[in-house]
């Protein structure tokens, strides 16, 4: 009799054990794939939580919150029923990322030549890395970046569109409303920053620039 129980007992637990790795770790794998498409060819999720704390059911519901990244660590709601466990995991993916080609010194300005694609694991660059050299078009390097470093946004900036000093043309508009005047700008500002200017006045006004080096308000 007491072999019979413990027979009984070992099925019970067999019943009640977590999906099989291979199982659960597919259909996280699905999940984020289809949350990055771009990317999914390259995806594998490793999961971190004990097994003995995965969820019970065959098909769980995922679910996380509405800021969570693209890949990398975080933790991922199983939903069973009225169950709910969260799960910790590695969103491991591999793709191109942008590194340089040589050394870029602080405060040169780069082209697209000073960069090239790298195969490797995204979810481990630094936070904002690039992955195309079209952002960073004649950008200007803000630390010195060794060859094959990736790179990321922090690195640099947009060229100055507006000095300080610089003579800038204001342009004011608003419903039924258009007016321009010539002023000095008091700050560097980049394309659509914001930039404080001194009209002819003396009056100081603030507004962003454009594509042309023009400052525009809307009123």
């Not at 590695?90 to 590194?99: D, H, I, K």
């Not at 694991?121 to 904002?128: K, Y």
């Not at 010539?182 to 006045?201: C, D, H, P």
Request: proline residues 5%; positive net charge.
């Amino acid at each position: 009799m007491r072999n019979l129980t413990a027979l009984f007992v070992s099925l019970l637990a067999l019943a009640t054990l977590p999906a099989s790795a291979a199982d659960l770790s597919a259909q996280l794998t699905q999940f984020f794939q289809t949350r990055d498409a771009q990317h999914a060819a390259g995806m594998t999720v490793e999961i971190k939580t004990p097994q003995a704390q995965w969820p019970t059911c065959d098909a769980p519901h995922f679910s996380l919150p509405g800021n969570s990244r693209l890949w990398g660590a975080m933790s991922v709601a199983a939903t069973c029923g009225d169950t709910r466990r969260f799960l910790q995991v590695q969103v491991q993916v591999t793709g191109e990322y942008l590194v340089a080609t040589r050394l870029l010194a602080r405060g040169s300005t780069v082209s697209p030549a000073d960069f090239r694609l790298q195969q490797g694991r995204l979810d481990t660059l630094p936070s904002r890395a690039l992955f195309d050299a079209e952002s960073i078009t004649d950008a200007v390097v803000l630390r010195d970046i060794q060859p094959g470093q990736p790179v990321t946004l922090s690195m640099m900036r947009q060229p100055w569109r507006v000095k300080a000093g610089q003579s800038v043309m204001v342009i004011a508009s608003g419903e039924g409303f258009n007016a321009s005047g010539e002023g000095k700008a008091l700050n560097n500002a980049i394309l659509a920053q914001s930039v404080r200017v001194r009209m002819g006045n003396g009056q100081v006004v603030s507004g962003k620039v454009d594509a042309d080096g023009n400052i525009l308000i809307s009123l």
